[in-house]
Nanobody, 121 residues
Framework: QVQLVESGGGLVQPGGTLRLSCAASGSIFSIGVMGWYRQAPGKERELVASITTRGSTNYADSVKGRFTISRDNARNTVYLQMNSLKPEDTAVYYC???????????????WGQGTQVTVSS
């Protein structure tokens, strides 16, 4: 069994900062790409940022220059540093990871439960 547990969401004023964390635990052999997605009310879930095992990153245009994704492979944890937050960043943020549970197993995608980020004055 694999679990992804997110933390760090909350209410912040425009221009503020938040740092999200997501820790993977359970039966894990290896973790590939890790990423953050978000879903605002009435909208589809969208990719915010992703990072490979070696640290290559990819960002949505809307967050480039404001958000930074990083990971700690020893702790099976991915982070999202969010600066200069805007009201349009308000959404539920979900962690995603490609995880292999055994040497012969395949990479399967796992999701966290989501954490609410609200940017409002």
């Amino acid at each position: 069994q694999v679990q992804l547990v997110e933390s760090g969401g909350g209410l912040v004023q425009p221009g503020g900062t938040l740092r999200l964390s997501c820790a993977a635990s359970g039966s894990i052999f290896s973790i590939g790409v890790m990423g953050w997605y978000r879903q605002a009310p009435g909208k589809e879930r969208e990719l915010v940022a992703s990072i490979t095992t070696r640290g290559s990153t990819n960002y949505a245009d809307s967050v480039k220059g404001r958000f930074t994704i990083s990971r700690d492979n020893a702790r099976n944890t991915v982070y999202l540093q969010m600066n200069s937050l805007k009201p349009e960043d308000t959404a539920v943020y979900y962690c995603n990871a490609d995880i292999r549970q055994s040497w012969l197993g395949s990479n399967d995608g796992y999701w966290g439960q989501g954490t609410q980020v609200t940017v409002s004055s």
